[in-house]
């Protein structure tokens, strides 16, 4: 973790990037309604981090698209992937607006909080300690759909991005779980990525 | 239909329409990507309708909360509801962004059916015709979920919206049906609504 502050990027093409952008707001509305419903900091927070990686992919598409342009059809063709680019960093932004809500401690009014309340299954935060089982274990080994009920939709590592993270995905210390399961499915993962909870069986 | 272009809305509390915001903004995404993924102008049209629509409830939330404050405090309390309704109404605002690619009859680049193709159910537009066999009927009579496996997540009656109708809503002559199925349920249901297929057995 001696590189945390510095950002590291991996290139991504225009099409990886919009699915990704398309995906990442997806889950910024979701992780904000259950920051507002739960009155989370630490749900709100990852909002704002992952809205920090929209911006970041809304830059190289537009950079991108407009380095692919060159003549007037390519200009035309492209117009529709720069439109849903800013159209999902809308939603984004949309998203922060909300978990903004919540990290200045702003009331959640119960109006808000009965508009929110059909968000069925909870999102949560998971920190994974050295002392937890999950290290160096790959995501798919570990099944954690079957055996606790929770599903990880996203891992932040530093500053990097995993969204839907695939089966040989190995999970590493200090890497920052986005997980979506049931209330007693997420206390046990929060349990086990603290090394408080050694088995799941 | 005489009266289709008349503005109709019953009255509807702060509670109510922020909840309806909600959902019809999610709605309202989905069926933008949807309508971009199949090139469908009649969904696109939908997803204006439903922008109209959340334009209003916008309206009233801040018309309503503004008669709410008394004081500093109920001021307070209310930035919440106002700032959530602003930001669903800005991820409204963004599926209507993509629609108005489609009905502008811009090319949908393969990278943007690529982001969208994981939109894993289609939704569909059915239009109810006098002679079909769901008029009349009450919505959970007909049990179409589980006779040809589509969901009806949202009726227009004119310019009215009921977002996930309840069992007992009867559906109506002239009602246009937002459908989510998989694609053979959704062209039963299309053939169904048009009163081409008069059975679901």
């Known amino acids: ?3 945390s502050g510095k950002l ?3 290139p991504i093409s225009v099409r990886e990037a919009l699915t990704e952008m398309k995906d990442v707001s997806e889950i910024m509305i979701d992780l904000a309604y ?3 419903l739960f009155n989370s900091d630490e749900l709100a927070e990852e909002v704002m981090e992952l809205e920090k990686r929209v911006d970041y992919l809304d830059y190289i598409i537009n950079m991108n ?3 692919a342009a060159r003549d007037a059809e390519d200009a035309q063709n492209l117009t529709a992937v720069t439109t849903v680019a800013a159209a999902t960093n809308k ?12 990290l200045k401690d702003i009331r959640i009014h119960p109006i808000v909080r009965k508009a929110f309340q059909q968000v069925e299954e909870r999102l949560a935060r ?3 300690k050295p002392e937890s089982i999950l290290v160096n274990k790959k995501l798919g080994d570990l099944e954690l759909a079957a055996k606790i009920g929770v599903d990880v939709i996203a891992i932040r590592r530093n500053r990097e ?3 839907d993270p695939e089966d040989k995905e190995k999970i590493q210390e200090g890497d920052v ?7 007693h499915g997420i206390d046990d993962l929060k349990s086990i990525a603290l090394g408080k909870l050694k088995s799941m069986e």
């Not at 779980?177 to 209330?183: K, Q, V």
């Open 1 to 3: 973790m001696a590189d």
């Open 8 to 10: 590291e990027y991996r």
């Open 161 to 163: 991005w995993t969204i």
């Open 65 to 67: 698209t407009m380095l």
């Open 126 to 128: 998971a920190i994974v």
């Open 91 to 102: 939603i984004s932004d949309a998203a922060a607006d909300i978990a903004a809500i919540v």
């Open 177 to 183: 779980l986005i997980a979506r399961g049931t209330p």
């Open 34 to 36: 259950s920051a507002a």
